[in-house]
């Protein structure tokens, strides 16, 4: 049997029966897996994944955590701008690289939760368009030219910025958090769910693991792969945003979905 393509983060070492391409940015993957099928194997992001299951993209979630970062700090500022705080944010406009980029997501919900703010209250800047190809964002959501979030910052285009942590250590260096106190929200926010937020996760072609299942098993179970009560409680509190975002147009059926990996 041929080798399986998975393309992931990080390496799998000594593992027969698989080739890992590199693609760069990772990200860059994402809509090549959910609109072509153009690997085996790929790690994806959460709500990239959620959109494909609504789209009805033949995907399996296999669960493993490959990426997961608190995201209280991801929503920045520029440090010598004003100071802002999350009740400023209603009516102004925030970048983010995509409006489905799972960290968005995530600091959106932070934001309806802790501080009563909807997405649509907020115009949301983007620099990218989505993975999923069906997807279709919301009024509130434009476009810009822009290559980079933080130049949107920069350049006065919006009052605030959501980068995750690769990007607030590069292009978003100096940037400062606008959610006051921003690790110790975090811990509370873990506390408070009993899981820290997921990024991305691992998903194999329906018709690859029909065909090829040991195979698939053995790189699951090399990345620790396994149902938990914290990965399911994520997914749910995942997908529950989604749909008050407007980045699902109805309840995903996660029970249905994630039977297909057992």
């Not at 698989?18 to 959460?46: H, I, W």
């Not at 700090?73 to 010598?80: A, E, F, V």
């Not at 899981?195 to 090399?222: G, K, Y």
């Not at 509190?237 to 749909?243: D, I, K, Q, S, T």
Request: charged share 25%; with cysteine.
């Amino acid at each position: 049997m041929k080798p399986l393509t998975a393309v992931l983060g990080r390496t799998v070492e000594d593992l027969p029966g698989f080739e890992f391409p590199q693609v760069k940015p990772l990200y860059s993957a994402f809509a090549r897996m959910v609109r072509n099928l153009e690997f085996d194997v790929c790690e994806l992001a959460l709500a990239t994944y959620l959109q494909a299951v609504e789209a009805g993209v033949p995907i399996t979630l296999v669960p493993v955590e490959l990426v997961g970062s608190a995201h209280h700090r991801s929503l920045t500022r520029l440090p010598d701008g004003p100071a802002l705080t999350p009740e400023d944010l209603p009516g102004k406009r925030i970048g983010v690289r995509s409006y489905s980029q799972t960290t968005g997501l995530w600091v959106r919900g932070i934001l309806q939760e802790e501080y009563g703010i909807a997405a649509s209250e907020v115009t949301w800047v983007t620099t990218e368009e989505p993975h999923v190809a069906q997807y279709r964002e919301p009024a509130y959501v434009t476009r810009s030219p822009a290559t980079r979030v933080a130049d949107l910052l920069r350049d006065g285009e919006v009052e605030a910025a959501v980068l995750g942590p690769r990007a607030i250590g590069g292009q978003g260096e100096g940037l400062v958090p606008i959610i006051p106190d921003a690790e110790a929200a975090e811990r509370a926010w873990a506390e408070r769910h009993g899981f820290s937020p997921i990024n991305h996760l691992l998903v194999v072609r329906d018709e690859v693991l029909r065909a090829a299942p040991d195979q698939v098993r053995a790189l699951a179970d090399t990345l620790g792969a396994g149902w938990t009560d914290e990965l399911r409680a994520c997914l749910e509190l995942a997908a529950g945003y989604a749909l008050q975002q407007e980045l699902l147009r109805e309840p995903v059926d996660l029970e249905k979905a994630t039977r297909k990996w057992t």
